[in-house]
């Protein structure tokens, strides 16, 4: 069966977008390439089956080997995290958080998190998502000097403000964060605490940074960033959280689990204990500080001065760009990167005064220091000659001859 036969129009612009993956550079930091492994379960049987409910109890007739992949994926993920519970239902990362609000929030209760502007995520509650409306939302900002999180003052605003739980990880947030120091915070205030690793989890797993498992309540995460897995979320709790947390997805806000995709979950964690996963999540480091000072020799200002981890926001703000025309600019050459906010932004979210990079997804397909100092210097030329259309053109076909040097599936014929 070929889908070039059964659905010419779909297959079409499958071609566009494999073509388009396989001849630009991904820098957005949240993409990754999947495993042949992870593709293949994703597109299994195993989503002809529904399976609300939880193994042992589902609502569903014939789940028997439904259940043992589900167990299979959640004791897999406990022993990756050292965790006490695993949910591994969540569709994705914000159905992962809106369950643990769910769990033991009331609609109107108070919740402090890193401001969007700093770095957080918009479930964290933004007014304008789901977050925002049901709770009350307060927030702390990063430091304005140094751009960290400034420690002693998330504990002012929660001793002044009384929050029922904080939140805290990042989507745009170079630095280690101190899980340790905010669960202090979250005790002394009485609060629950959630950490968010969507983005950081491949780097948690890999002891590149540290775990916030035995301090959080809850903890949060994507499968498909640095952790390279299919699209979709996951929960880690303590034993206590256990029924409430799992009732809070079932019958709370999902129905049927993808089961295909648990299953992809389930390879995704024993990928993560492999000793190559690590050495993969080192290089992702490695990569994204070379292409870091590459950025700084080339005069940009990275928020922060720079780097722990896989990702960096560049503050455009003396090269006369916003980062809504960067991100179309670099498009056109063949670099997929995203606008980001920088702290207190002086511009509006769909503009931004910033960009934001990440090495995840090029580390994927095998580039090395050396390729990220080739990226930064087509990168700058992009931003200088943005007025040659000759020059960019020039930089375009240089960029996807490169890109193709580094297959994103090798054993691939075309
Ligand atoms: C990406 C992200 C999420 C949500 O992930 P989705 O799967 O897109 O819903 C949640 N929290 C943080 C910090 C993220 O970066």
């Given amino acids: 069966m070929s889908i070039r036969e059964t659905d010419p129009e779909v297959y079409r612009i499958l071609v566009k977008e494999q073509e388009k993956q396989r001849g630009t550079i991904g820098l957005i930091p949240s993409e990754n390439i999947v495993s042949k492994e992870v593709l293949r379960l994703s597109g299994s049987i195993f989503t002809n089956k529904y399976a609300e409910g939880y193994p042992g109890k589902r609502y569903y007739g014939g789940c028997k080997f439904i259940d043992e992949i589900e167990e299979l ?13 695993a949910n591994v239902q969540p569709h994705s990362g914000s159905q992962a958080n809106m369950a643990c609000y769910f769990s033991v929030l009331k609609p109107g209760d108070k919740i402090l998190a890193m401001n969007v502007f700093s770095g957080g995520h918009l479930t964290h509650g933004l007014h ?91 903890v949060t995460s994507t499968t498909h960033k640095t952790l ?19 009732s809070s997805i079932i019958p709370g806000i ?26 993969y999540q080192k290089q992702i480091i490695i990569n994204s500080k070379k292409l870091c000072d590459a950025f700084k020799n080339r005069n940009y200002r990275i928020v922060s001065g720079g780097t722990d981890n896989h990702l960096m ?55 090395k220091e050396r390729d990220m100092e080739t990226i930064a210097e087509w990168i700058d030329e992009t931003l200088k000659h943005r007025q040659n259309s000759r020059l960019l053109k020039e930089i375009a076909k240089k960029v996807r001859r490169f890109a193709r040097e580094f297959p994103i599936y090798p054993s691939d014929q075309t």
């Fill in 128 to 218: 304008s998502n789901f977050s925002g409306t049901f709770y009350n939302a307060v927030f702390y900002d990063v430091n304005r000097e140094s751009e960290t999180i400034d420690y002693e003052n998330v504990r002012e605003i929660a001793l002044k403000e009384k929050p029922r739980m904080l939140i805290c990880g990042a989507s745009s947030y170079s630095r280690i964060i101190d899980f340790g120091k905010l669960s202090v915070i979250a005790r002394e205030v009485g609060a629950y605490m959630l950490a968010d690793i969507a983005h950081i989890s491949g780097l948690v797993v890999a002891g590149l940074h540290p775990t916030p498992v035995p301090y959080a309540d809850f």
């Fill in 73 to 85: 994926a959640i004791s897999r993920a406990c022993k990756l995290f050292s965790a006490e519970h």
């Fill in 228 to 246: 390279r897995g299919p699209r979709g979320g996951f929960i880690l709790c303590k034993r206590e959280y256990h029924d409430k947390l799992d």
């Fill in 254 to 279: 999902q129905g049927g689990p993808l089961m295909h995709i648990i299953a992809a979950k389930a390879a995704t964690f024993r990928n993560a204990m492999k000793p190559a996963f690590a050495e």
């Fill in 313 to 367: 926001v560049v503050d455009l703000r003396n090269k006369g760009i916003t980062g809504s025309e960067f991100e179309t600019l670099l498009e056109s050459v063949g670099i997929i990167a995203n606008k980001n906010l920088i702290p207190f932004d002086p511009k509006p979210p769909r503009t931004t005064s910033g960009i934001r990079f990440g090495t995840p997804l090029v580390t994927s397909r095998g580039m």
